[in-house]
């Protein structure tokens, strides 16, 4: 009989050492949450230009911050367009760089590895601004739609009333804002903690990379 409590209890003290902590359990789950596969499709694309489909984008306004400026890190882009309402990204590229087909495999690459990049505070605070923009922008584009329905509906025709005008021209001034805005921000002296001052070009550093003390 004691032979038999002993042998149960050294069984019990292995299953506890085999048990991880609540910690180390933690960060298995993190990490396997981060590394999840992305869904997208391609929607279009022609030489310099590609549009992708990714479902992430309409529901996870991180993800959308980090893909945008990972993207924009790379100096063969052009331009950088996400539409959250219709969960797509249109790409466009310096043609003759590179083959068309290495850099889709590129960017699906990014699509696949820009939940995993972090960014730093200045870089965030541009995504943010660039971000309030192009809602504001969309934002008056279906307004805009709209009130073309309602001419057509009305006056059987589409026609340039007040409102249109002044959509129009709240479209232009907000676009030009954005603008000037988005070249002064990356210039701009951004506080850190501690009240230090950083003036050095922007980087992307991935996650797995220790931060240096």
């Given at each position: 009989m004691?032979?038999?409590k002993r042998?149960?209890s050294?069984?019990?003290?292995?299953?506890?050492?085999c048990?991880?902590?609540?910690?180390?359990?933690?960060?298995?789950a993190?990490?396997?949450?981060?590394?999840?596969?992305i869904?997208?499709?391609?929607?279009?694309?022609?030489?310099?230009?590609?549009?992708?489909?990714?479902?992430l984008?309409?529901?996870?306004?991180?993800?959308?911050?980090q893909l945008?400026?990972?993207i924009?890190?790379d100096?063969k882009?052009?331009?950088?367009?996400?539409?959250?309402?219709?969960a797509?990204i249109?790409?466009?590229?310096?043609?003759?760089v590179?083959?068309?087909n290495?850099?889709r495999?590129?960017?699906?690459n990014?699509i696949?590895?820009?939940?995993?990049?972090v960014?730093?505070?200045?870089?965030?605070?541009k995504?943010i601004v660039?971000?309030i923009?192009?809602?504001?922008?969309n934002?008056?584009?279906?307004?805009?739609?709209?009130?073309?329905a309602?001419n057509?509906?009305?006056?059987?025709?589409?026609?340039t009333?007040?409102?249109?005008?002044i959509?129009?021209?709240?479209?232009?001034?907000?676009?030009?804002?954005k603008?000037a805005t988005?070249f002064?921000?990356p210039?701009?002296?951004?506080r850190?903690r501690?009240?230090?001052v950083n003036?050095?070009p922007?980087?992307?550093?991935?996650?797995?990379?220790?931060?240096?003390?």
């Amino acid at each position: 009989m004691t032979s038999i409590k002993r042998s149960n209890s050294d069984k019990a003290a292995s299953l506890n050492l085999c048990l991880p902590p609540k910690k180390a359990a933690k960060n298995l789950a993190n990490k396997t949450a981060s590394s999840q596969k992305i869904f997208y499709s391609i929607v279009h694309t022609i030489p310099g230009r590609i549009r992708f489909r990714i479902p992430l984008l309409a529901r996870d306004t991180e993800y959308a911050n980090q893909l945008k400026l990972a993207i924009e890190s790379d100096t063969k882009v052009t331009n950088v367009r996400i539409n959250p309402k219709a969960a797509s990204i249109v790409i466009n590229y310096k043609g003759g760089v590179i083959s068309d087909n290495q850099m889709r495999e590129h960017l699906v690459n990014l699509i696949q590895t820009a939940q995993d990049v972090v960014l730093p505070k200045e870089v965030m605070a541009k995504s943010i601004v660039g971000t309030i923009f192009d809602a504001l922008i969309n934002l008056i584009d279906s307004t805009r739609k709209l009130n073309q329905a309602r001419n057509i509906i009305v006056y059987r025709r589409v026609r340039t009333d007040v409102w249109e005008q002044i959509l129009s021209t709240s479209r232009s001034i907000i676009k030009r804002l954005k603008s000037a805005t988005m070249f002064i921000l990356p210039n701009k002296r951004w506080r850190l903690r501690g009240g230090e001052v950083n003036s050095q070009p922007l980087k992307l550093k991935s996650a797995s990379e220790p931060e240096l003390v």
